[in-house]
Antibody, heavy 114, light 112 residues
Framework: EVQLIQSGAEVKKPGESLRISCLGSGYNFSNYWISWFRQVPGRGLECVGR????????NYCPTFQGHVTISVDRSLNTAYLQWSSLKASDTGLYYC???????WGRGTLVTVSS | DVVMTQSPLSLPVTLGQPASISCKSSHRLVYHDGDVYLNWFHQRPGQSPKRLIYKVSQRDSGVPDRFSGSGSGTDFTLKISRVEAEDVGVYYCMQATHWPETFGQGTKVEIK
């Protein structure tokens, strides 16, 4: 069974760093791009960016360009989304999904508050 | 960015009756390969989105045939032939033809 397993909820303070993960199982991880999305009440679903696990090529959505980093560890079948300095406005539910959204993780809730 | 506009945003429906959701894009969604990357998702409360339809009209595996997608150019539609109780939730259209991928605002379907 194809699954995307995301890491647990995080509570952080502004300025702190964070890395959340997305483990792919049940399929050849390198064959499918991984996309990241954010969902915030009142703002719907937003694209964060995507990565090709075969070569780590990434695209970032303009709103998130320069503020997040998407990476992958093929040996662990895991994709990551990380921040070096969180802001309160980064609060939200972050989903990973296989490219074109045929499978989604359950989401990681990130709360940034002083 | 391509703007996806859904209507209605709220859709009260009677069990067993049909339902229809419209999605209009600000740009044509035909990709270089000739395909149209327009997807429909269903999200129940507390759950992650689930894809129902891809490339305008292709149903995902396991999706009941009461769900159908249609459209072309900039106008697309999701139809439910006979609404069942499990169909409640929010439906989103999403385009993946142009970067960045963008979603509609969502249509909340509830039972009258």
């Amino acid at each position: 069974e194809v699954q995307l397993i995301q890491s647990g909820a995080e509570v952080k303070k502004p300025g702190e760093s964070l890395r959340i993960s997305c483990l792919g199982s049940g399929y050849n991880f390198s064959n499918y791009w991984i996309s990241w999305f954010r969902q915030v009440p009142g703002r719907g679903l937003e694209c964060v960016g995507r990565i090709d696990p075969s070569d780590s090529y990434t695209n970032y959505c303009p709103t998130f360009q320069g503020h997040v980093t998407i990476s992958v560890d093929r040996s662990l079948n895991t994709a990551y989304l990380q921040w070096s300095s969180l802001k309160a406005s980064d609060t939200g539910l972050y989903y990973c999904a296989r490219y074109l959204g045929d499978k989604w993780g359950r989401g990681t809730l990130v709360t940034v508050s002083s | 960015d391509v703007v996806m506009t859904q209507s209605p945003l709220s859709l009260p429906v009677t069990l067993g009756q049909p339902a229809s959701i419209s999605c209009k894009s600000s740009h044509r969604l035909v990709y270089h390969d000739g395909d149209v990357y327009l997807n429909w998702f269903h999200q129940r409360p507390g759950q992650s989105p689930k894809r129902l339809i891809y490339k305008v009209s292709q149903r995902d595996s396991g999706v009941p045939d009461r769900f159908s997608g249609s459209g072309s150019g900039t106008d697309f539609t999701l139809k439910i032939s006979r609404v069942e109780a499990e169909d409640v939730g929010v439906y989103y259209c999403m385009q993946a033809t142009h970067w960045p991928e963008t979603f509609g605002q969502g249509t909340k379907v509830e039972i009258k």
